[in-house]
């Protein structure tokens, strides 16, 4: 197939990750270096072309070093995207109604995170929420978005986040696990793991840095609850 007829058969994701590519003048290699793992020369050749779509948990290293959209070069990223969205519009106009019909849950907002946009409460599926709590009791859970992009691809930022307020303590804390806290006075959602003499405040990601709480700081630390699901 020669450039031209392979151009036809590019869809606008391909379209603009070869676009973005050519006026960034980043090379193959260089992408698949950054991108590391199972990622390759050829893998990063197929999604400039369009023979190959890009994978949604690549798309937001792409579109840090492209700096272009991760929505605008992965078709995957860009519905899960419109999945989320039309799901918090579905939460926010049921909450607005006031109304919770059979089959639906009102969860109250965790305001402690910092972010004072969307409702007091929403209304969820309750089929949905508890795909996502397991056996969580409802009156645990609280919703907030996702402060910033630390967590990503793994929680988006602005990601509607569903936490259990019941584990509030540093010694209900499981190492490993996904947390909403505050750190002198500072909300975020990170996963925490637990060292000898200090707690460490991890993110995913190379470029993520990773915040160390001494021991004698730990009062500084105030967990809010454990993230249980995310939409």
């Not at 020669?2 to 260089?30: C, I, S």
């Not at 995170?113 to 056996?135: C, H, M, Q, T, Y």
Request: charged content about 20%.
């Amino acid at each position: 197939m020669d450039k031209l007829a392979a151009a036809q058969h590019m869809d606008k994701y391909a379209q603009a990750f070869a676009n973005a590519m050519q006026e960034t003048g980043v090379r193959n290699t260089t992408v698949a270096v950054y991108l590391g793992g199972s990622i390759n020369y050829s893998n990063v050749s197929q999604w400039r072309t369009g023979r190959r779509p890009i994978p949604a948990e690549y798309a937001p290293a792409l579109s840090v070093l492209l700096n272009v959209p991760p929505e605008a070069i992965s078709k995957a990223y860009d519905q899960g995207l419109r999945a989320q969205s039309a799901l918090t519009t579905m939460a926010v106009q049921g909450a607005r109604t006031g109304a919770v019909s059979e089959g639906y849950v009102a969860i109250d907002r965790m305001n402690e995170l910092g972010r004072s946009d969307g409702p007091a409460r929403i209304v969820l599926p309750e089929f949905l929420v508890r795909r996502k709590i397991g056996l969580t009791p409802l009156s645990h859970l609280r919703w907030a978005f996702q402060p910033s992009r630390t967590l990503e691809p793994e929680i988006e930022r602005h990601a509607l986040v569903l936490i259990d307020t019941s584990i509030c303590q540093r010694d209900q804390v499981i190492d490993g696990g996904i947390y909403a806290y505050t750190l002198w006075g500072r909300p975020d959602i990170r996963r925490l793991t637990i060292r000898r003499n200090a707690w460490s405040l991890m993110g995913n990601g190379r470029e993520i840095e990773r915040m160390e709480v001494p021991e004698a700081d730990l009062d500084n630390l105030q967990v809010l609850g454990t993230v249980v699901g995310w939409l």
